[in-house]
């Protein structure tokens, strides 16, 4: 399978300190995606990095990916409270057999 | 826009019993999928679809079925519920347009199999 892992598993920081997850992946992709998870809710898309891109960044969100270590990180800059989630890496073809990571708990300490 | 909504919100089965997860999209997305999320544990695909009246297999496909009668619908069946499919199942939808494939998910529904 595709899939992906995040690094760490947990992370625990005060306010507007950085955060950097990981995530590594096993095959060929097109895209990569992270996404938020507020507790007990609904997946929320965060940014994505297309297979040809080696950074993105978006407000507060900077990713990497690198294909040749078939890895990529999320970094959040200046953390806030409303931070605190889990984040998850995923991967897919071309839409098709997506495949999401663990996940990394964020807790942002005010 | 109501986005992506899932019906029922909470469940509880016995084993063996049967029901229907429904999901529907306002978005005139093509691609709908399913997946189960266990307590610490990230999302595993059980199954998708491409376009109405098409379905595929995901990770965790056994003791599921699916179908996609209409595009905007996309329902998973349990037909003989287990206290392993004991989960939170999420829906989610996605375009192909810009080949991006960002996916938008429901709220979820938490599934007990006593």
């Known amino acids: 399978s595709q899939q992906g892992e995040e690094d760490p598993q947990a992370l625990s920081i005060q306010e507007g300190e950085n955060a950097t997850m990981n995530c590594s992946y096993k095959?060929?992709?097109?895209?990569l995606q992270w996404y938020r998870q507020n507790s007990g809710r609904g997946l929320v898309h965060l940014i994505l990095?297309?297979?040809?891109?080696r950074e993105k960044h978006s407000g507060r969100l900077r990713v990497t990916l690198d294909t040749s270590k078939k890895s990529s990180s999320l970094l959040i800059t200046a953390s806030r409270a409303a931070d605190t989630a889990s984040y998850f890496c995923?991967?897919?073809?071309?839409?098709?057999?997506?495949?999401f990571g663990p996940g990394t708990r964020l807790s942002v300490l005010p | 826009n109501a986005g992506v909504t899932q019906t029922p919100k909470f469940r509880v089965l016995k084993t063996g019993q049967s029901m229907t997860l429904l999901c529907a999209q306002d978005?005139?997305?093509?691609?709908m999928y399913w997946y189960r999320q266990d307590p610490g544990m990230g999302l595993r695909l059980i199954h998708y679809?491409?376009?109405?009246?098409?379905?595929a297999k995901g990770e965790v496909p056994d003791g599921y079925n699916v179908s996609r009668l209409k595009k905007q619908n996309f329902l998973l069946g349990l037909e003989s519920a287990a206290p392993s499919q004991t989960s939170v199942y999420f829906c989610?939808?996605?375009?192909?347009?810009?080949?991006?494939?960002?996916?938008?998910f429901g709220p979820g529904t938490r599934l007990t199999v006593t």
């Open positions: 995923a991967t897919s073809i071309y839409g098709q057999n997506f495949v």
């Open positions: 095959t060929s992709i097109n895209n």
């Open positions: 990095i297309r297979s040809n891109e």
């Open positions: 978005m005139n997305h093509e691609y």
């Open positions: 679809s491409v376009g109405e009246g098409t379905t």
């Open positions: 989610a939808s996605s375009t192909s347009s810009g080949l991006t494939y960002e996916q938008y």
